[in-house]
């Protein structure tokens, strides 16, 4: 946005006709540049991303008045836009976001009418893969799976887990960011995924020891799901979301890199610490 100011102040604006056609172009071009260069950067160090997690409420959602709005700003949507070529997700956005028209759209982007409706074909193909049957589950439901996932996690109970599970779910981690660079570990198999949250889940001096101290485990909605936060001295160690359907957990997402829980950090200690789930982990 500070870049698109710059170049309003530097336009001769008496030659811009329709400033807010001129002001979209410019900052979709800026969005595709910065995109572009970013994800340029990601495959070079970094490989697969996660998206940022958001405390509920954060005004960066935007609105979340209905279970697809809710939806859309979910972790399963955000990572696999994240897929999305930079035109394809220009696309997207501008038609299901901004509701413009593809001819609208065309002249945007610099592209035909009918490359815009090939791109927004593909692009919403892709978000349907990831979007589930079934409807919005009631948060208390949903509160209560995680609960016994957690308990579950925590006490070595495999085959409890295995039955909360999906049988196509889905986990992916960020691994802490460990290492040079941040990439995602991804586990297909409900048994696999049991298998991890117990080794993740339960916890051991070592673990207590790599924290920095023993934390507490909060219930917290993060990008509009359930999830629990590792919470050591008023600061966000790990976050972990889950995808509820069906009265089972569909998708599982951990986030431990520091430069991923800045703002959801910053939120939690304004909103306030509650009771926790576990009070020592």
């Not at 005004?59 to 809710?70: K, T």
């Not at 956005?93 to 592209?111: G, K, N, P, Q, T």
Request: glycine share 8%; net charge positive; charged share 25%.
């Amino acid at each position: 946005m500070q870049d698109a100011f710059l170049h309003w102040q530097a336009a001769d604006r008496r030659r811009i006709r329709v400033p807010e056609a001129w002001l979209t172009k410019v900052v979709t071009n800026l969005c595709l540049d910065r995109l572009r260069s970013a994800q340029a950067r990601r495959e070079r160090t970094a490989g697969a991303w996660l998206p940022e997690p958001l405390l509920d409420g954060d005004p960066m959602l935007g609105p979340a008045d209905s279970f697809e709005q809710r939806e859309s700003v979910s972790l399963a949507v955000l990572t696999l836009m994240e897929r999305l070529s930079a035109l394809e997700r220009g696309v997207y956005v501008l038609r299901e976001a901004f509701s413009y028209s593809h001819a609208e759209i065309a002249e945007i982007l610099d592209i035909n009418e009918s490359a815009s409706q090939q791109h927004l074909h593909r692009a919403r193909r892709r978000i349907t893969a990831v979007r589930r049957p079934g409807g919005e589950v009631d948060p208390a439901s949903a509160r209560g799976i995680v609960e016994e996932f957690l308990a579950a996690a925590a006490s070595g109970r495999v085959e409890r887990l295995v039955a909360l599970l999906t049988d196509d779910a889905t986990a992916i981690s960020d691994s802490n960011g460990a290492g040079l660079a941040e990439r995602l570990l991804r586990y297909d198999t409900p048994q696999r995924i049991a298998a991890v949250a117990r080794a993740g889940f339960r916890p051991t001096p070592a673990k207590r020891r790599l924290a920095g101290g023993t934390p507490a485990v909060h219930y917290a909605l993060v990008n509009g799901a359930p999830a629990v936060l590792f919470v050591l001295d008023d600061q966000v160690v790990g976050a972990v979301t889950f995808g509820v359907t069906g009265g089972k957990i569909a998708t599982v997402h951990g986030i431990a890199a520091p430069t991923r829980l800045v703002r959801l950090a910053e939120a939690w200690r304004r909103h306030g610490p509650h009771t926790p789930l576990v009070s020592q982990w």
